[in-house]
């Protein structure tokens, strides 16, 4: 059974850099099938994504967000990674790691996404 | 890229019908056929209801349906159970493999 489990500090200083962990058991990330995405909500409000990447590479990004993100996996250890740069307190948020489904041709755009993980909060103070 | 436009709220009683909106562009909503509806109780992550406009995953009640007409896509619930109050939101493909969200939507079952 997949399981999903985010990490990292819960607090970061403004102007810093975020880096959050996303750890996956149960199914490897270098499945052709899958993208494997970062969303985040800030608390009480909606949803929003942050980026994406394949296994082979290629990465896709909020073009909101573009500037200050960078999204990598390291296959060996099966994990993904999420770097945002220069942090405000708008980007104090629940940051969710989710496997978007599917690769099942050349034609599929994989949109959908499951299964999330718990998410994990991160503060960044005004 | 604009997020897709939901209403804020709406409500219905048990065994009664709702239904969501999610409008987008051309560019999203009503450009791919793949728009899905994540629904989310307190303190929980989302979860998948639809996708792919109408489908729905195995496990989720066949009292969840949706639909599209042009750039508005749809989220039905007929025969409201109360655990289905929800956060309820929609997701769109925009191209270059990436996607939005709607604002999101406050279902309450009176």
């Known amino acids: 059974q997949l399981q999903i489990q985010e990490s990292g500090p819960g607090l970061v200083e403004p102007s810093e850099t975020l880096s959050l962990t996303c750890s996956v058991s149960g199914d490897s990330i270098d499945g052709s099938k899958f993208y494997w995405d970062w969303i985040r909500q800030p608390p009480g409000k909606g949803l929003e994504w942050i980026g994406g990447?394949?296994?082979?590479?290629?990465?896709s990004y909020n073009p909101s967000l573009k500037s200050r993100v960078t999204i990598s996996v390291d296959t060996s250890k099966n994990q993904l990674a999420l770097k945002l740069r220069s942090v405000r307190a708008s980007d104090s948020a629940l940051y969710y790691c989710?496997?978007?489904?599917?690769?099942?041709?050349?034609?599929?755009?994989?949109?959908?996404?499951?299964?999330w993980g718990q998410g994990t909060l991160v503060t960044v103070p005004s | 890229q604009s997020a897709l436009t939901q209403p804020r709220s709406v409500s219905g009683s048990p065994g009664q019908s709702v239904t969501i909106s999610c409008t987008g562009t051309s560019s999203d909503v009503g450009g791919y056929d793949y728009v899905s509806w994540y629904q989310q109780h307190p303190g929980k992550a989302p979860k998948v209801m639809i996708f792919?406009?109408?489908r729905r995953p195995s496990g989720v009640p066949d009292r969840f349906s949706g639909s599209r007409s042009g750039n508005t896509a749809s989220l039905t619930i007929t025969g409201l159970h109360a655990e289905d109050e929800a956060d309820y939101y929609c997701?769109?493909?925009?191209?270059?493999?990436?996607?939005?969200f709607g604002g999101g939507t406050k279902l309450t079952v009176l």
């Open positions: 792919d406009v109408t």
């Open positions: 997701c769109s493909y925009a191209g270059s493999y990436t996607v939005v």
């Open positions: 990447l394949h296994y082979s590479g290629t990465t």
């Open positions: 989710v496997r978007r489904c599917c690769f099942f041709d050349s034609g599929s755009r994989p949109s959908w996404f499951d299964p």
